[in-house]
């Protein structure tokens, strides 16, 4: 897939500038194609027969019948995998099919390819299949003394028996959102008639989709390409792999192209979600404020199978303090395995769940000791040469939590009178509430996250750059799922290179190397820090060569004069370069949880207002405003288009976004009841930005994606609790936590 | 399958007429759904879209294809309330109070409104003529009606003139395009007679009688009046639990609402 | 089932599935794929359709009961090779991220204002509160389609928020 230069250019889009996205003009009339989009002559379509039980034995699959029906060309179960039979982004433990077992609800069982989508869904239907159903494990809790756990993770830090005088105490409970990327799962397998497959997939990885394709089909891995297609967002929802080996089998299976899309209430339990929470938490300080100890148990819930709940639930340990210093930290945590909906990736990968609670708790702290919350957060702020309170890592990088704290607090607040018009009002177009039934809120929090993997992971991107007679190609794997990594590599390019005509080209998997997941906010620095690494390299190489001292659109300058034009430089070369651009190294874990564990970290802080209405527990947040550590911006506009998208998908965990599991079962997978904030919802935002350049990544830029759905429930959770007086100990706040809630119950800690 | 496309209500009767278990698509935004949810596929399909005379809307007779887009932009008032409401402007350009009537969904958004003012459901059938039904006697059940095999709602009828007070309200977790938790609807006339109706606490929208009766004998309600009347309320409904709510916040909340309409009627200029 | 219509000023016509949904007839018949199935419930908007001028979700409509009607997609809103005012706004104001709501985003910004070419931030709300976003957070649509209003208008647009950063 290549993106057109834009027909804007010049230098005025580089580094730094609110760049257009190139992508913009096909994106807006039509023209662009997503993965949902792509056809082929001749193709099939896919459709998937799923469990309807959450705990299952499969005792008959009679896929006979639906061989019969008329359009239907193939049905493929667990047998028919001529490889290995599972996969998974860290274990191979999902079943391509359901082997046997169907482990959570919707689990697929069988596929089927047909002429169109009506004869596939007569195939499903005609497949004959029986369960005895089993008692499903839905208990996380339970799954814990069962041992049922993908990763427990023991923190400890500091000394056991050290205490302070104030303590706060609380449980808390993070319910399962849904990414819900508004384009649901797609793609398109084409055979490519010697016995491999061409596959467009809309996804965060497709190196690992690769690896876990090849390893299911049982073929070499230069039998199988992995094509980026366009992708309809994904927020951690397509880092898993979902249709991909499915499509591929089923295109081996009839030599024919095939597609399928899921409608979205398959989507709803094709993907992964986020993870669902229970935390208790002990705080304990000096009467002066200072953190002495910290003490948690957190259990998530990683569902079915694997994915990857063991970096989630290091990610929620490893920040479950926050940003703060705190010499005794003893953390016990346990993602589990249960018959519940896989969990995994979603935007704040942890993090999110670990902020609820511990920035809860220090606004309890704040309330015992009868001080100030921001200024409890500053005296306990963690700062460059400090040790990281969990991992006990010195933190060497910039980290500006006091100055993110200080310049939110500083930020004015929206007018102190409630708003007048109806729809402004808690209950919006309901029209359910007068000014006079509204409390205001103000609500602050602070969030902590890790940029890039952690853990010792081998961390790189690969990219290519290429000098053409039309200006310059990057060729990149990475994903770009609609936050704006295509415009920053053009921005890299066209300010590193001298270059505006830049193209980015998104390769297949056998073209280029991995550019390592989008996700983790690690694709700004990764693919962002090859981008910059590789053409200031061929720059070098070509001033070298060429004996020039300036490199531009125009060719290679010396002493003022053009001695190579471009076009002539795009022949002569040196014309191309390529580079694994790796983040510097991190440890894995000591068996205390400690360890250089992560390269870099960015700080947010968020204050919510939110007009509550008590009395009915209906809710509108005003504002959510917000200074963010990005180290350095690269292009405005895109920056305050996560942020803004980014504090909504926090505004809709912390009143209105969960999937509701009644048994295992999902009981509200579509979008009438699964609940997403709309323009009715949305809070104003202003943002400020703390720019302290990071120490690796180009032009000190930070990874930005995440941390605006970090602390903003947590802050909006903070606004109510002030508001209402109540505790709020669960995410998201339903009308009953308010509402139904005993009136004048104190926020304070036991 | 085949789909008709009648001009005139006649022939949208004879059409069902000939086959009474054809599908009746109104906006068709109910049906629609249903299709996409694996419903099975309708044989015969009577698209009312086109049929004249259903978009009439004279005074309180309201014809069955009038829009909730007409609806929210009509007189002020709880109908328009309720009908800006309904689902997503898109939605509103297309569905009608017709097939809000029809399709008879406990969250049915003008229910309330339909039955608090005592409105009357006008069917018609080729071979049984016209019947006037009230609300009352209308919704029968979870999507369930009176109507017969033949019969299509052709106009919702209002009391004309209508209340002098009435006040809408719903509640829903988002503040937008959503499906109700509680809806209701609280008319009062000048001599102090009250109606209250709920949607989404009960299989069919509900009326709190004795709620009504007490809060009617009151001329000028003050605090223990407008209390008992929201006590009342609570009791009178019906809800269950469900992945939209729960039962007990269903009955605090029509109490609380019921109260807040109530005292939007007392605060307000007549209609 | 013999249907035809006019779609972005183009008579079509052609055989469809009776039970055949017009943004399937669309996508899979017409090749119009630029308008999207998001969530085939009527809730996200992303197959959000002009039917005779009025904003339609066309997974809520019949392909077979849009015979003889005048269909816009997408595809037809610019003309003769120039951007609508409503996806010049869309660009100039970053009002799209990954893309998908985008071509039912705007063809809702496009009916609102073809009604009102001056609407106030409430208006362009609550005008568009029946479109999911889930990246932008909405508020560079607002802003997109109040840059349209004003090239509607003939005037020029307020400056981007994001230039205060002073970046």
């Known amino acids: 897939m290549t993106v057109e230069a834009p027909t804007r250019t010049g230098l005025a889009s580089g580094v730094g500038t609110s760049a257009v996205r ?30 309807p039980h959450p705990h299952a034995n499969v005792t008959r699959l009679d896929i006979g019948p639906a061989l019969a029906v008329p359009g239907v060309a193939t049905v493929l179960t667990i047998d028919d995998v001529p490889g290995s039979r599972h996969y998974g982004l860290e274990r191979a433990d999902q079943p391509v099919l359901a082997d046997g077992v169907a482990r959570f609800w919707g689990e697929p069982v069988a596929v089927v390819a047909a002429d169109d989508l009506e004869d596939a869904r007569r195939g499903l239907a005609a497949i004959e299949v029986e369960y005895q159903p089993l008692d499903p494990l839905i208990d996380s809790e339970l799954a814990v003394e069962r041992g049922e756990v993908f990763r427990t993770i023991n923190v400890r830090r500091g000394d056991p028996d050290a205490s302070g005088p104030v303590v706060v105490e609380g449980y808390y409970e993070v319910g399962m959102q849904d990414q819900a990327p508004l384009g649901p799962e797609s793609g398109l397998a084409v055979p490519d008639g010697h016995g ?71 989507s709803f339990v094709g993907h992964v979600h986020r993870h669902p929470a229970r935390m208790w938490y002990r705080h304990e300080a000096t009467t002066a404020g200072d953190l002495v100890k910290v003490t948690a148990r957190m259990v998530l819930d990683g569902g079915a199978y694997t994915s990857s709940s063991p970096a989630v639930i290091a990610n929620a340990s490893y920040f479950a303090v926050g940003p703060y210093r705190c010499d005794n930290v003893f953390v016990e945590s346990h993602v589990t395995r249960t018959n519940n909906p896989p969990c995994g990736a979603m935007r704040g990968f942890g993090a999110v769940q670990a902020c609820f609670a511990y920035e809860a708790q220090m606004d309890r702290l704040a309330a015992r000791l009868g ?52 729809f402004h009002l808690p209950g919006g177009t309901g029209l359910t509430t007068d000014p006079a039934h ?170 919510a207002v939110v007009d509550v209405d008590a009395e009915l527990g209906l809710l509108r947040v005003v504002a959510v405003d917000t200074v963010q550590d990005v180290g350095a911006v690269l292009n405005p506009a895109a920056l305050l288009g996560q942020v803004e998208g980014g504090i909504m998908q926090g505004v809709g965990l912390a009143v209105m976004e969960e999937l509701i599991l009644d048994g295992g079962v999902i009981k509200n997978a579509s979008f009438t009841d699964y609940l997403l904030p709309t323009f009715a919802d949305a809070p104003a935002v202003t943002a400020g930005f703390v720019e302290e350049a990071s120490h690796f990544g180009p032009f000190g830029a930070k990874g930005a994606g995440e941390p605006p759905t970090i602390s903003s429930t947590a802050a909006i959770a903070a606004a109510i609790r002030n508001a209402t007086g109540l505790p709020i100990t669960r995410v998201p706040v339903r009308p009953d936590d308010i509402a139904l809630a005993q009136p004048g119950r104190s926020i304070q800690g036991t | 399958m085949d789909c008709e496309h009648p001009h005139h209500l006649d022939a949208a009767l004879a059409a069902l007429g000939d086959d009474p278990a054809a599908t009746v698509l109104a906006g068709g935004t109910d049906v629609m759904v249903d299709l996409s949810f694996g419903q099975p596929h309708p044989v015969h399909v009577i698209a009312l879209r086109r049929v004249v005379e259903s978009a009439e809307w004279q005074e309180g007779r309201i014809g069955a294809g009038v829009t909730y887009r007409r609806l929210e932009r009509g007189p002020p008032g709880a109908l328009a309330q309720a009908s800006r409401t309904v689902g997503s402007p898109q939605i509103r350009n297309t569905g009608t109070i017709g097939g ?38 209308f919704f029968t059940g979870v999507k369930q009606t009176s109507l017969r095999p033949g019969e299509l709602v052709t106009a919702i009828v209002f009391p004309d003139p209508m ?72 009791a009178a409904v019906r809800p269950i639990t469900d992945h939209r709510g729960t039962e007990s916040y269903r009955r605090h909340a029509s109490g609380v609402l019921a109260r807040r309409l109530l005292e939007r009627c007392l605060r307000r200029e007549p209609r | 089932m013999h249907v035809s219509m006019s779609v972005n000023g183009r008579e079509v016509s052609g055989d469809v599935e009776p039970r055949t949904l017009l943004v399937h007839y669309l996508r899979e018949n017409l090749g119009l794929t630029g308008t999207h199935v998001g969530c085939d419930t009527g809730y996200c908007g992303a197959c959000t359709v002009h039917v005779d001028g009025i904003s339609t979700k066309s997974c809520t409509m019949l392909a077979v009961q849009a015979e003889g009607a005048e269909i816009t997609t997408i595809e037809g809103l610019a003309s003769n090779g120039e951007l609508h005012p409503v996806q010049e706004g869309f660009w100039e104001r970053h009002g799209l991220q990954c893309g998908f709501c985008t071509p039912g985003m705007i063809m809702q910004s496009a009916y609102l204002l073809a009604e009102d070419n001056n609407p106030d931030e409430d208006t362009i709300r609550h005008g568009l509160d029946g479109n999911l976003c889930r990246c932008t957070g909405y508020h560079n649509i607002v802003k997109a389609v109040q840059y349209a209003g004003a090239r509607m208008r003939s005037e020029e647009p307020d400056a981007p928020d994001w230039e205060e950063e002073g970046t």
């Not at chain 2, 009504?212 to 609570?234: C, D, K, Q, W, Y």
């Open chain 1, 22 to 51: 190139p992508d913009g003009i096909p994106k807006l009339t039509g023209n662009y194609a997503f993965a949902s989009d792509l056809m082929e002559r001749g193709m099939l379509w896919g459709a998937t027969l799923r469990s």
């Open chain 1, 196 to 266: 491999g497959v061409d596959v467009y997939v809309a996804t965060q990885w497709s190196h690992t989709d690769h690896a876990q394709i090849v390893a299911c089909l049982g073929v070499a891995d230069d039998q199988v390409r992995v094509h980026p297609a366009g992708i309809g967002g994904a927020f951690g929802a397509r880092e898993d792999v979902s249709l991909q080996i499915h499509l591929c089998l089923l295109a081996q299976a009839t030599g024919r192209p095939v597609k399928m899309v899921y409608d979205r209430k398959e």
């Open chain 1, 371 to 422: 001080v100030d919350p921001l200024q409890l957060r500053l005296r306990n702020a963690l700062a460059p040469g400090d040790a990281m309170s969990t991992t006990g890592q010195i933190i060497t990088g910039s980290l500006p939590t006091a100055r993110v704290i200080e310049e939110l607090r500083a930020m004015p607040l929206p007018a102190e009178a409630p708003p007048t018009h109806p």
């Open chain 1, 438 to 607: 509204v409390t205001r809120g103000v609500g602050y929090a602070v969030s902590m996250k890790n940029l890039a993997f952690s853990e010792g992971f081998d961390d790189y991107a690969e990219v290519r750059v290429t000098i053409t007679p039309a200006g310059v190609e990057v060729h990149t794997a990475a994903a770009e799922v609609g936050q704006g990594l295509v415009t920053i590599c053009q921005q890299i390019a066209r300010t590193v290179l001298g270059i505006p005509q830049v193209a980015v080209v998104f390769d297949d998997t056998a073209t280029i190397g991995s550019a390592g997941s989008t996700s983790a906010s690690r694709q700004t620095q990764m693919t962002g820090g090859a981008v910059e690494a590789v053409c200031a390299e061929l720059r070098q190489m070509i001033l070298e060569a060429h004996d020039g001292d300036e490199l531009d659109d125009t060719g290679v300058w010396r002493a003022g004069e053009l001695v190579v034009p471009l076009d002539r430089l795009a022949d002569l070369g040196p014309a191309t370069h390529h580079l694994r651009f790796r983040h510097p190294p991190t440890d894995t874990p000591d068996e205390d949880g400690q360890g250089n564990l992560h390269v870099d970290f960015a700080i947010a802080a968020h204050r």
């Open chain 2, 100 to 137: 809000n009537v029809a399709t008879a969904s406990p969250a049915g958004d003008t229910l309330p409104v339909i039955a608090a003012c005592d409105a009357a459901i006008e069917v018609a059938s080729r071979d049984g003529g016209v019947r006037v039904v009230s609300w009352a006697d």
């Open chain 2, 163 to 234: 209340p002098a007070h009435h006040e809408f309200a719903k509640i829903g977790v988002r503040n937008a395009m959503v499906i109700s938790m509680v809806s209701a609807c609280v008319t009062r006339s000048e001599d102090g007679t009250t109606r209250v109706a709920l949607g989404s606490v009960a299989p069919t929208p509900l009326r709190a009688t004795a709620a009504e009766e007490m809060i009617s004998a009151e001329t000028n309600p003050g605090e223990s009046a407008l209390t008992e009347f929201s006590r009342l309320v609570s």
